[in-house]
Each structure stands twice: as structure tokens, then as C-alpha cells.
């Protein structure tokens, strides 16, 4: 297998073995200071049990949990094209890592979502 694919697969797997903690627990302290990380992230439906999204940070001074956040209480595709409210996003699940590398991160968001195929990510 290639090398490259290799490690995008080891990111993918190390995300997946993550805690998963409420998208409503992490839009407050104490999970949001320690969400601040540039880095990748998966949002779960509230049993846990399908990728419904995945994302990355691109330029977010807050890192994931800004993301997060964004989702949660911004205008949000996500939440439209999930058919839910507000509150009941507050129940998904999410789970992130560390990337530092922008190249990696955007990178490793794009193998994830052509390998979980995440209804909430717009593809073609």
C-alpha cells in the first residue's frame, strides 16, 4: 500500500479511537479550551453509530472547537441538510485530533470522507 495512503488511513484510525464527547459539551468550557487544536474532526449522530460529517480547520483561531461551535450556532449547511434543529445537534457526537500540517489536514479530511462517505459533506 502506498505510504501516503498509509498514513491518512493511521489519522483516520487514530481519530476513530477517540473519545466522542456531545457537540453541546463541547461549545462550552471546560471541552472548548481543550478543543483548540487545528486539526480534523468527525460529527456522529447522537447514538454514535454513523459519520454523518467530517470537517477541518482551516484558519480557525479556536481550532475544532470554533468549528464546532460554528456549526452548532451559525448559519449551518450542516444542520439543514441533516434535518435537524439546533437542539437536537446538541446531542450529536464528535471526536477530533491534532494536525498541525494545513497540507495534512486537508488531506486527511478528504480520505475520510471518501472512505465514510458522510451524508452532511457535499461531494460533486
Avoid at 491518512?8 to 479511537?17: C, S
Avoid at 434535518?83 to 485530533?97: C, H, K, L, M, P
Wanted: aromatic share 8%.
Amino acid at each position: 500500500m502506498n505510504t501516503r495512503i498509509q498514513q491518512l488511513q493511521g489519522l483516520i484510525d487514530e481519530l476513530r479511537t477517540q473519545a466522542s464527547v456531545r457537540v453541546g459539551d463541547i461549545v462550552v468550557d471546560p471541552l472548548y479550551s481543550q478543543s483548540k487544536h487545528q486539526g480534523i474532526y468527525e460529527i456522529r449522530e447522537p447514538e454514535d453509530k454513523q459519520t454523518v460529517y467530517i470537517g477541518k480547520t482551516r484558519v480557525a483561531r479556536d481550532g475544532v472547537a470554533q468549528r464546532i461551535w460554528d456549526h452548532a450556532y451559525q448559519v449551518s449547511d450542516l444542520i439543514e441538510t441533516l434535518e435537524v434543529t439546533r437542539q437536537g445537534f446538541a446531542d450529536y457526537r464528535v471526536r477530533s485530533i491534532a494536525i498541525p500540517d494545513a497540507r495534512l489536514r486537508g488531506l486527511a479530511e478528504y480520505f475520510g470522507i471518501a472512505i465514510c462517505d458522510p451524508p452532511g459533506n457535499r461531494v460533486g
